[in-house]
């Protein structure tokens, strides 16, 4: 089955300054990869994602990057300010989403004032 | 909030116990998934509903079992519960079974077994 690896899993990044968060995947058939955003107590929520045909994809503050060859995808997220603290997710699917997604371990991202 | 409804919010129990959770999915939505959470494991898919059939299996033991109903909302029982078990369950909804799903997770049961 796919397997998913993140790193770190914790960032602490000053506030304005930029975090990138890496993921690597197994499955060379997986086509879908989400990012979700988890803040404490609370459920995850999608924030990006990007489909095995795009290379790129960003959204305002926040991108995406694919890299199929190398099997990772990395999330950037510019000029951070304090309400970007939470757990980061990745995830991999093969069937787009339509099955069950893969995570990993998730990021803790500090935002330091 | 996602539209997506889980009851209870919080359980408690003990071991050897048998508990259901409860999931309506968003207006629409044919698909659910079951999700557990926990801080060993991270997040881990366990089964896939959609319009009522099994449609895959993830990392879900034989001692969990769910259905969905006609009206589309889900129910997850797990049964013999361990204290491992303790851990807070999501539920999610997606559309169809579709190209590029996004999954819209529910607020979550936690689950606490003594």
């Known amino acids: 089955g796919e397997n998913v690896e993140q790193h770190p899993s914790t960032l602490s990044v000053q506030e304005g300054d930029s975090a990138v968060i890496k993921c690597t995947y197994s499955d060379s058939a997986s086509n879908y990869f989400p990012w979700y955003k988890q803040e404490l107590g609370k459920r995850p929520q999608l924030i990006i994602d990007i489909r095995s045909n795009v290379g790129e994809k960003k959204d305002q503050r926040i991108a995406v990057t694919l890299n199929k060859t190398a099997k990772h995808f990395s999330l950037h997220i510019t000029e951070t300010q304090p309400e970007d603290s939470a757990v980061y997710f990745c995830a991999a699917s093969s069937g787009g989403g339509a099955d069950g997604l893969t995570f990993g371990k998730g990021t803790h991202l500090i935002i330091q004032p | 909030d996602s539209g997506v409804t889980q009851t209870p919010k919080h359980l408690i129990t003990a071991t050897g116990q048998r508990v259901t959770l409860r999931c309506s999915p968003r207006?629409?939505?044919?698909?659910v998934y079951w999700y557990q959470q926990s801080l060993d494991q991270g997040l881990q898919f366990l089964i896939q509903y959609y319009n009522g059939e099994e449609r895959a299996k993830g990392n879900i033991l034989e001692r969990f079992s769910a259905q969905q109903f006609p009206d589309l909302h889900s129910e997850l029982n797990l049964s013999s519960l361990e204290l491992g078990d303790s851990a807070l369950y999501f539920c999610?909804?997606?559309?169809?079974?579709?190209?590029?799903?996004?999954?819209?997770f529910g607020p979550g049961t936690r689950l606490t077994v003594l």
């Open positions: 999610a909804s997606s559309v169809r079974l579709a190209a590029y799903n996004e999954q819209f």
């Open positions: 207006s629409g939505d044919l698909s």
